[in-house]
């Protein structure tokens, strides 16, 4: 239980890769958030944490071992939003910006396939937004994943 198979700084390495690997991987896959993960995206993200935690803890099934790898992904996640709220270029790099999808009521179909949104996300946005197609001034995929719809003043 106590007994560890390997020095604790491997765990600190190995944690450190998976985190960011796997932070590359997310980064890369999209602008969707926790809330708005289909059933698909969610048996993604459990198969993926089943995929690397033997790379996380390298066969060790010890007690210590295991805890330095999670101290390790908190440490590094705690890192990441310190260096986040300081520094707009890093902030930028980790969590993206905001894309502009849309203009006077049209949708620009290629920024809106290459954020792979489907219609019904465009519809569900408008609908929220209480805002008609033909009353939109501009329309955002923000860095959160979230649809923002600024109207025309009318």
Not at 63 to 86: C, E, K, P, W
Not at 108 to 118: A, E, G, I, T, Y
Request: hydrophobic residues 50%; proline residues 3%; contains cysteine.
């Amino acid at each position: 239980m106590f007994d560890m198979n390997l020095p604790w700084w491997e765990f600190v390495v190995r944690g450190l890769a998976v985190y960011i690997l796997l932070l590359i991987m997310v980064r890369l896959s999209g602008h969707r958030t926790v809330g708005q993960f289909t059933p698909f995206d969610l048996l993604v993200v459990m198969l993926l944490s089943e995929a690397v935690s033997n790379s996380l803890n390298g066969g060790d099934e010890s007690l210590v071992g295991g805890l330095i790898a999670a101290a390790t992904l908190v440490a590094i996640n705690s890192l990441v939003a310190f260096s986040s709220a300081r520094s707009a270029g890093f902030e930028k790099l980790v969590d993206g910006s905001a894309v502009l999808i849309g203009r006077d009521g049209q949708f620009f179909d290629k920024v809106v396939r290459k954020c792979r949104l489907s219609e019904s996300d465009l519809d569900e946005a408008l609908r929220t937004h209480d805002c008609p197609r033909a009353e939109m001034k501009c329309a955002f995929l923000e860095a959160d994943g979230e649809i923002s719809i600024l109207r025309n003043p009318q």
